[in-house]
């Protein structure tokens, strides 16, 4: 090969070299609005399914001749958006699920590292802790009746002792998987016991800690809903309950659909804080 042709391959190299990364920015850019359509779909095709079985009064083995097709639960739900009560009962749920999982949130983190750092803390609330956990928090519900004065504080006290417990047991287990070498290169460099946990130990639990902030925020909401049916006067669980006592099954379903989109936000907030607070992790990673 000659100068002259070496100088060539040279040049067309770094020339089409960065061409593939562009070409595939290109087509990641124009796949983008799809994207966005993707979690949409399955949406679209559950309501298109719901309503065929529904309108062929189809029974196979399950009776949906006797379920609510999606335009009855629609009209149901405007109706409710309309009356002005169905805000009441949203801001009562989102009110008491916001309340117990804020106080379980510090709770959780603070127990959790107590226990995951220190052994004095393991040994004095880890079995006391693994006693209480498999207790389901709606068996409670007689407890928190006689406990406390009114219905609305026991609800609150049985959310937050429902999403305890992931709080805490996810925040034990990033304690215990920080690699040592963390904290003995802070302690290297200077840093005192606080700084070695509030600037190396929490930021570096942070990812599993949000993971079970997550999970928390789920069972949080079952539970409330749970409560709020047997022992509540409002909230969309004590609206959903009385519209099955009513014989209204669309307003069943409906008072079902609304819980799931205020789970779904609250858990939405949880990611995008998540993301936020983990900005120092890759992207793919958040």
Same mark, same amino acid.
């Given at each position: 090969?000659?100068?002259?042709?070496?100088?060539?391959?040279?040049?067309? /190299?770094?020339?089409?070299?960065?061409?593939?990364?562009?070409?595939?920015?290109?087509?990641?850019?124009?796949?983008?609005?799809?994207?966005?359509? !993707?979690?949409?779909?399955?949406?679209?095709?559950?309501?298109?399914?719901?309503?065929?079985?529904?309108?062929? /009064?189809?029974?196979?083995?399950?009776?949906?001749?006797?379920?609510?097709?999606?335009? /009855?639960?629609?009209?149901?739900?405007?109706?409710?958006?309309?009356?002005?009560?169905?805000?009441?009962?949203?801001?009562?749920?989102?009110?008491?699920?916001?309340?117990?999982?804020?106080?379980?949130?510090? !709770?959780?983190?603070?127990?959790?590292?107590?226990?995951?750092?220190?052994?004095?803390?393991?040994?004095?609330?880890?079995?006391?802790?693994?006693?209480?956990?498999?207790?389901?928090?709606?068996?409670?519900?007689?407890?928190?009746?006689? !406990?406390?004065?009114?219905?609305?504080?026991?609800?609150?006290?049985?959310?937050?002792?429902?999403?305890?417990?992931?709080?805490?047991?996810?925040?034990?287990?990033?304690?215990?998987?920080?690699?040592?070498?963390?904290? /003995?290169?802070?302690?290297?460099?200077?840093?005192?016991?606080?700084?070695?946990?509030?600037?190396?130990? !929490?930021?570096?639990?942070?990812?599993?800690?949000?993971?079970?902030?997550?999970?928390?925020?789920?069972?949080?909401?079952?539970?409330?809903?749970?409560?709020?049916?047997?022992?509540?006067?409002?909230?969309?669980?004590?609206?959903?309950?009385?519209?099955?006592?009513?014989?209204?099954?669309?307003?069943?379903?409906?008072?079902?659909?609304?819980?799931?989109?205020?789970?779904?936000?609250?858990?939405?907030?949880?990611?995008?804080?998540?993301?936020?607070?983990?900005?120092?992790?890759?992207?793919?990673?958040?």
């Amino acid at each position: 090969m000659t100068t002259t042709d070496a100088r060539v391959r040279a040049a067309t /190299d770094t020339t089409t070299e960065p061409a593939a990364p562009a070409r595939e920015r290109a087509v990641g850019q124009r796949l983008r609005p799809a994207r966005h359509l !993707l979690p949409v779909l399955p949406v679209l095709g559950a309501v298109l399914a719901w309503h065929v079985v529904t309108e062929m /009064d189809l029974i196979a083995w399950l009776r949906f001749d006797k379920l609510p097709g999606p335009l /009855d639960v629609a009209a149901s739900l405007r109706r409710q958006l309309e009356s002005g009560v169905f805000y009441e009962h949203m801001v009562a749920s989102l009110r008491r699920i916001l309340s117990g999982f804020a106080i379980a949130a510090v !709770l959780g983190v603070a127990a959790g590292m107590a226990i995951g750092r220190s052994r004095i803390a393991a040994a004095l609330l880890r079995p006391l802790l693994e006693v209480a956990r498999p207790i389901p928090a709606i068996a409670l519900v007689p407890i928190a009746i006689l !406990l406390f004065p009114t219905s609305e504080q026991g609800i609150v006290f049985i959310t937050c002792f429902a999403a305890f417990f992931p709080v805490t047991v996810s925040t034990i287990h990033a304690m215990k998987a920080l690699p040592q070498v963390w904290t /003995d290169a802070a302690r290297t460099l200077g840093a005192n016991r606080w700084q070695v946990l509030f600037h190396v130990v !929490l930021p570096g639990a942070m990812p599993a800690i949000f993971s079970g902030l997550s999970v928390g925020m789920g069972v949080a909401w079952i539970c409330v809903i749970s409560a709020e049916m047997i022992s509540g006067q409002f909230g969309v669980g004590y609206w959903t309950w009385m519209s099955y006592s009513l014989l209204d099954y669309a307003g069943v379903v409906t008072g079902m659909l609304t819980i799931g989109a205020l789970g779904y936000g609250t858990a939405w907030v949880i990611e995008r804080v998540g993301r936020r607070v983990n900005h120092w992790l890759p992207g793919e990673a958040r």
